[in-house]
Protein backbone atom coordinates (compact mmCIF):
# COMPACT_ATOMS: atom_id res chain seq x y z
CA UNK A 1 0.00 0.00 0.00
CA UNK A 2 1.45 3.53 -1.17
CA UNK A 3 2.12 6.46 1.60
CA UNK A 4 0.01 8.46 0.04
CA UNK A 5 -3.68 7.88 1.35
CA UNK A 6 -7.01 9.75 -0.20
CA UNK A 7 -8.72 11.30 2.50
CA UNK A 8 -11.29 8.36 3.32
CA UNK A 9 -8.18 6.47 4.32
CA UNK A 10 -6.53 8.43 6.98
CA UNK A 11 -5.97 7.45 10.03
CA UNK A 12 -7.47 8.52 13.13
CA UNK A 13 -5.42 10.33 15.41
CA UNK A 14 -6.03 8.73 18.66
CA UNK A 15 -3.69 11.08 20.74
CA UNK A 16 -3.72 14.97 21.67
CA UNK A 17 -0.58 17.23 22.68
CA UNK A 18 -2.25 20.12 25.07
CA UNK A 19 -1.01 22.52 27.51
CA UNK A 20 -3.08 23.54 30.48
CA UNK A 21 -2.50 26.78 32.75
CA UNK A 22 -4.07 28.94 34.70
CA UNK A 23 -3.46 30.43 38.99
CA UNK A 24 -1.78 28.61 41.36
CA UNK A 25 -4.90 26.86 43.14
CA UNK A 26 -7.24 25.89 40.41
CA UNK A 27 -6.35 21.89 39.98
CA UNK A 28 -4.22 22.09 36.86
CA UNK A 29 -2.02 19.22 38.19
CA UNK A 30 -5.24 16.77 38.77
CA UNK A 31 -6.89 18.12 35.57
CA UNK A 32 -3.48 16.77 34.02
CA UNK A 33 -3.71 13.47 35.45
CA UNK A 34 -7.81 12.85 34.08
CA UNK A 35 -5.64 11.73 30.88
CA UNK A 36 -5.76 8.33 30.09
CA UNK A 37 -3.40 5.99 32.05
CA UNK A 38 -0.56 8.74 32.62
CA UNK A 39 2.46 9.22 34.09
CA UNK A 40 3.28 12.51 35.64
CA UNK A 41 7.04 14.07 35.47
CA UNK A 42 6.53 16.15 38.99
CA UNK A 43 9.25 18.79 38.22
CA UNK A 44 7.55 21.08 40.52
CA UNK A 45 6.18 19.04 43.69
CA UNK A 46 2.85 19.40 41.87
CA UNK A 47 1.66 15.62 43.09
CA UNK A 48 2.16 16.49 47.09
CA UNK A 49 -1.02 18.78 45.77
CA UNK A 50 -3.13 16.05 44.40
CA UNK A 51 -5.88 13.93 46.13
CA UNK A 52 -4.64 10.58 47.18
CA UNK A 53 -7.62 9.03 45.67
CA UNK A 54 -6.36 11.16 42.05
CA UNK A 55 -2.69 10.17 42.23
CA UNK A 56 -1.02 8.75 39.42
CA UNK A 57 2.79 6.84 38.83
CA UNK A 58 4.51 9.70 39.38
CA UNK A 59 8.65 10.53 38.60
CA UNK A 60 9.46 13.30 41.51
CA UNK A 61 12.56 15.16 38.87
CA UNK A 62 15.59 16.04 41.21
CA UNK A 63 17.71 16.70 37.85
CA UNK A 64 17.29 16.87 33.94
CA UNK A 65 19.31 13.09 33.59
CA UNK A 66 15.79 11.82 35.84
CA UNK A 67 13.73 13.17 32.91
CA UNK A 68 15.77 10.85 30.04
CA UNK A 69 16.09 7.92 32.23
CA UNK A 70 12.25 8.40 33.11
CA UNK A 71 11.22 8.32 29.28
CA UNK A 72 13.22 5.08 28.91
CA UNK A 73 11.84 3.13 31.20
CA UNK A 74 8.70 4.01 30.46
CA UNK A 75 9.52 2.35 26.99
CA UNK A 76 11.15 -0.20 28.40
CA UNK A 77 8.81 -1.28 31.33
CA UNK A 78 5.25 0.54 31.39
CA UNK A 79 4.16 0.67 27.49
CA UNK A 80 0.72 0.73 28.91
CA UNK A 81 1.33 4.62 29.41
CA UNK A 82 -0.92 6.38 27.08
CA UNK A 83 -0.31 9.94 28.36
CA UNK A 84 2.73 11.46 29.86
CA UNK A 85 2.11 15.07 32.17
CA UNK A 86 4.54 17.43 32.50
CA UNK A 87 4.31 19.72 35.32
CA UNK A 88 5.43 22.23 35.42
CA UNK A 89 6.79 22.81 31.92
CA UNK A 90 8.24 26.35 32.90
CA UNK A 91 9.90 24.21 35.77
CA UNK A 92 11.29 21.42 33.24
CA UNK A 93 13.15 23.99 31.54
CA UNK A 94 14.87 25.50 34.53
CA UNK A 95 16.32 21.75 35.42
CA UNK A 96 17.23 22.00 30.80
CA UNK A 97 19.02 24.88 31.35
CA UNK A 98 20.61 23.66 34.52
CA UNK A 99 21.81 20.89 33.10
CA UNK A 100 23.45 22.55 29.91
CA UNK A 101 25.31 24.61 32.75
CA UNK A 102 26.66 21.67 33.84
CA UNK A 103 27.64 20.17 31.00
CA UNK A 104 28.98 23.57 29.76
CA UNK A 105 29.73 26.54 32.05
CA UNK A 106 30.78 28.82 28.96
CA UNK A 107 26.63 28.49 28.41
CA UNK A 108 26.28 30.23 31.87
CA UNK A 109 26.62 33.21 32.89
CA UNK A 110 27.65 34.38 36.43
CA UNK A 111 24.25 34.62 38.04
CA UNK A 112 23.51 31.54 36.99
CA UNK A 113 21.23 32.61 34.16
CA UNK A 114 22.07 30.97 30.44
CA UNK A 115 23.55 33.33 28.19
CA UNK A 116 22.56 34.28 24.54
CA UNK A 117 23.96 31.23 23.27
CA UNK A 118 23.13 28.74 26.24
CA UNK A 119 19.44 29.91 25.09
CA UNK A 120 19.86 28.81 21.89
CA UNK A 121 21.43 25.26 22.91
CA UNK A 122 18.57 24.99 25.48
CA UNK A 123 15.65 26.01 22.63
CA UNK A 124 17.55 23.17 20.50
CA UNK A 125 17.07 20.86 23.04
CA UNK A 126 13.41 21.27 23.80
CA UNK A 127 12.07 21.70 20.26
CA UNK A 128 14.02 18.24 19.98
CA UNK A 129 12.37 17.12 23.21
CA UNK A 130 9.17 17.62 21.83
CA UNK A 131 9.52 15.60 18.90
CA UNK A 132 10.33 13.08 20.73
CA UNK A 133 7.59 12.90 22.77
CA UNK A 134 5.58 13.79 19.97
CA UNK A 135 6.58 10.69 17.98
CA UNK A 136 5.90 8.17 20.82
CA UNK A 137 2.07 7.44 20.25
CA UNK A 138 1.18 8.96 23.56
CA UNK A 139 -0.84 12.03 24.79
CA UNK A 140 0.53 14.77 26.21
CA UNK A 141 0.00 17.19 28.68
CA UNK A 142 1.84 20.39 29.39
CA UNK A 143 1.02 22.36 32.36
CA UNK A 144 1.94 25.81 33.06
CA UNK A 145 1.42 28.72 35.46
CA UNK A 146 0.05 32.05 34.17
CA UNK A 147 1.65 35.43 33.69
CA UNK A 148 0.44 38.34 32.91
CA UNK A 149 1.40 41.00 29.78
CA UNK A 150 0.47 44.03 29.09
CA UNK A 151 -0.60 44.68 25.14
CA UNK A 152 -1.52 48.37 25.48
CA UNK A 153 -4.56 48.89 27.74
CA UNK A 154 -5.24 45.39 28.10
CA UNK A 155 -3.86 42.39 30.35
CA UNK A 156 -3.58 39.45 28.47
CA UNK A 157 -2.67 35.97 30.46
CA UNK A 158 -0.66 33.51 29.09
CA UNK A 159 1.84 30.40 29.68
CA UNK A 160 4.86 30.96 31.89
CA UNK A 161 7.33 29.67 29.55
CA UNK A 162 10.49 30.72 29.12
CA UNK A 163 11.57 33.28 26.00
CA UNK A 164 11.02 31.87 22.98
CA UNK A 165 10.13 28.11 23.90
CA UNK A 166 6.78 29.61 24.47
CA UNK A 167 6.06 29.77 20.41
CA UNK A 168 8.27 26.60 19.83
CA UNK A 169 5.78 24.63 22.03
CA UNK A 170 2.02 26.39 21.15
CA UNK A 171 2.52 25.68 17.32
CA UNK A 172 2.69 22.09 18.03
CA UNK A 173 -0.03 21.88 20.10
CA UNK A 174 -3.82 20.33 19.76
CA UNK A 175 -5.08 22.25 22.55
CA UNK A 176 -4.47 25.13 24.52
CA UNK A 177 -6.38 25.29 27.94
CA UNK A 178 -6.85 28.49 30.31
CA UNK A 179 -8.31 27.09 33.73
CA UNK A 180 -10.31 30.09 35.53
CA UNK A 181 -12.75 30.17 38.33
CA UNK A 182 -15.95 32.22 37.11
CA UNK A 183 -17.75 32.67 40.78
CA UNK A 184 -17.23 29.28 42.48
CA UNK A 185 -17.03 27.52 39.48
CA UNK A 186 -13.51 25.88 37.37
CA UNK A 187 -13.94 26.58 33.94
CA UNK A 188 -11.26 25.82 31.53
CA UNK A 189 -11.64 28.01 27.72
CA UNK A 190 -9.63 26.71 24.74
CA UNK A 191 -11.28 29.54 22.51
CA UNK A 192 -8.42 32.79 22.68
CA UNK A 193 -9.43 36.00 23.76
CA UNK A 194 -8.10 39.08 24.08
CA UNK A 195 -7.86 38.43 27.65
CA UNK A 196 -6.26 35.17 27.32
CA UNK A 197 -4.01 33.01 24.89
CA UNK A 198 -6.08 29.61 23.80
CA UNK A 199 -6.19 27.35 21.14
CA UNK A 200 -8.93 24.71 20.13
CA UNK A 201 -7.52 22.28 17.36
CA UNK A 202 -10.47 19.64 18.38
CA UNK A 203 -13.77 21.55 18.27
CA UNK A 204 -14.38 21.99 21.55
CA UNK A 205 -16.99 24.13 23.00
CA UNK A 206 -15.45 27.66 23.58
CA UNK A 207 -15.63 27.30 27.82
CA UNK A 208 -16.57 24.02 29.30
CA UNK A 209 -17.28 23.47 33.32
CA UNK A 210 -15.15 21.26 35.06
CA UNK A 211 -16.31 18.97 37.02
CA UNK A 212 -15.66 18.78 41.06
CA UNK A 213 -13.56 16.04 41.83
CA UNK A 214 -12.54 17.32 45.67
CA UNK A 215 -15.61 18.82 47.74
CA UNK A 216 -14.87 21.55 50.24
CA UNK A 217 -13.27 18.93 52.96
CA UNK A 218 -11.32 17.54 51.05
CA UNK A 219 -13.17 14.46 49.99
CA UNK A 220 -12.62 12.75 46.47
CA UNK A 221 -15.64 12.92 44.99
CA UNK A 222 -16.52 11.88 41.15
CA UNK A 223 -14.49 9.92 38.53
CA UNK A 224 -10.88 12.43 37.55
CA UNK A 225 -11.30 11.60 33.67
CA UNK A 226 -12.01 15.08 32.18
CA UNK A 227 -9.18 14.65 29.92
CA UNK A 228 -9.97 11.22 28.74
CA UNK A 229 -13.68 11.92 28.13
CA UNK A 230 -12.27 14.70 25.92
CA UNK A 231 -10.22 12.34 23.88
CA UNK A 232 -12.90 10.09 23.19
CA UNK A 233 -14.77 12.44 22.07
CA UNK A 234 -12.01 13.66 19.77
CA UNK A 235 -11.71 10.56 18.34
CA UNK A 236 -15.68 9.95 17.93
CA UNK A 237 -15.54 13.27 16.14
CA UNK A 238 -12.21 12.27 13.62
CA UNK A 239 -14.15 8.71 13.08
CA UNK A 240 -17.18 10.81 12.00
CA UNK A 241 -15.46 12.66 9.89
CA UNK A 242 -13.38 9.93 8.11
CA UNK A 243 -17.18 8.03 7.26
CA UNK A 244 -17.95 11.09 6.26
CA UNK A 245 -15.18 11.35 3.77
CA UNK A 246 -15.62 7.60 2.72
CA UNK A 247 -18.78 8.88 1.69
CA UNK A 248 -17.97 11.90 0.20
CA UNK A 249 -15.35 10.23 -2.53
CA UNK A 250 -18.24 7.49 -3.08
CA UNK A 251 -21.26 10.34 -3.78
CA UNK A 252 -18.08 11.81 -6.61
CA UNK A 253 -17.58 8.72 -8.24
CA UNK A 254 -21.77 8.04 -8.85
CA UNK A 255 -21.63 11.97 -9.83
CA UNK A 256 -18.51 10.87 -12.37
CA UNK A 257 -20.36 8.22 -13.49
CA UNK A 258 -23.77 9.67 -14.72
CA UNK A 259 -21.77 12.74 -16.18
CA UNK A 260 -20.02 10.29 -18.21
CA UNK A 261 -23.41 9.26 -18.77
CA UNK A 262 -24.00 12.31 -21.03
CA UNK A 263 -24.22 12.09 -24.54
CA UNK A 264 -26.45 14.87 -25.87
CA UNK A 265 -28.90 17.45 -24.22
CA UNK A 266 -31.65 15.08 -23.26
CA UNK A 267 -29.39 13.26 -21.26
CA UNK A 268 -27.62 16.35 -19.90
CA UNK A 269 -30.87 17.50 -18.91
CA UNK A 270 -31.39 14.50 -17.22
CA UNK A 271 -28.34 14.39 -15.32
CA UNK A 272 -28.47 17.94 -14.09
CA UNK A 273 -32.03 17.44 -12.44
CA UNK A 274 -31.08 13.97 -10.75
CA UNK A 275 -27.89 15.93 -9.15
CA UNK A 276 -30.33 18.73 -7.91
CA UNK A 277 -32.07 15.93 -5.93
CA UNK A 278 -29.36 13.86 -4.71
CA UNK A 279 -27.74 14.40 -0.83
CA UNK A 280 -24.93 16.36 -0.89
CA UNK A 281 -21.68 16.51 1.07
CA UNK A 282 -19.32 18.98 1.40
CA UNK A 283 -19.16 20.92 -1.67
CA UNK A 284 -20.38 17.85 -4.06
CA UNK A 285 -23.29 19.70 -5.91
CA UNK A 286 -20.98 22.96 -6.80
CA UNK A 287 -18.00 19.98 -8.38
CA UNK A 288 -21.12 18.23 -10.00
CA UNK A 289 -22.59 21.35 -11.47
CA UNK A 290 -19.18 22.15 -12.90
CA UNK A 291 -17.97 18.76 -14.11
CA UNK A 292 -21.55 18.79 -15.93
CA UNK A 293 -21.10 22.47 -17.27
CA UNK A 294 -17.60 21.24 -18.89
CA UNK A 295 -19.06 17.92 -20.47
CA UNK A 296 -21.61 20.38 -22.07
CA UNK A 297 -19.35 22.57 -23.37
CA UNK A 298 -17.63 19.92 -24.76
CA UNK A 299 -20.52 18.51 -26.77
CA UNK A 300 -21.23 22.14 -27.50
CA UNK A 301 -24.47 22.00 -25.42
CA UNK A 302 -25.99 25.82 -24.24
CA UNK A 303 -28.01 26.77 -21.29
CA UNK A 304 -31.09 28.15 -22.25
CA UNK A 305 -33.10 30.48 -20.60
CA UNK A 306 -35.14 28.11 -18.43
CA UNK A 307 -31.68 26.90 -17.39
CA UNK A 308 -32.15 23.39 -19.73
CA UNK A 309 -29.37 22.49 -22.19
CA UNK A 310 -29.82 22.52 -26.00
Known amino acids: MGLIKRPNELAVKSTLSILIYGQPGTGKTTLGCSAPTP ?49 TVGKMLDYMSDYIIRQD ?8 SLSL ?17 FINGRSIVFIAH ?35 MIGKERTIAFNPTEQYIAKNCANLPAVVKLPE ?35 FAALMECISAKVDYITDAETANEVLAEIQTMEHIYDSKIRASQMIADKAKSLRLKLNAKKQYE
Not at 47 to 54: K, L, M, P
Not at 105 to 112: E, L
Not at 117 to 133: H, P
Request: glycine share 10%; net charge negative.
Open 39 to 87: VLFDYDGGVQRINGAHQVPTVQITSWEDTEQAIQEIEQEYPECKTIVID
Open 105 to 112: SKMGQRDG
Open 117 to 133: KGYGVRKTMFVNFIKKL
Open 146 to 180: EKEDKDGDLTVKRPLIGGSSASDLLSELDLVGYIQ
Open 213 to 247: TVDDKGNAVGKNDFITRVLKGYEGVQKTKLEKNAD
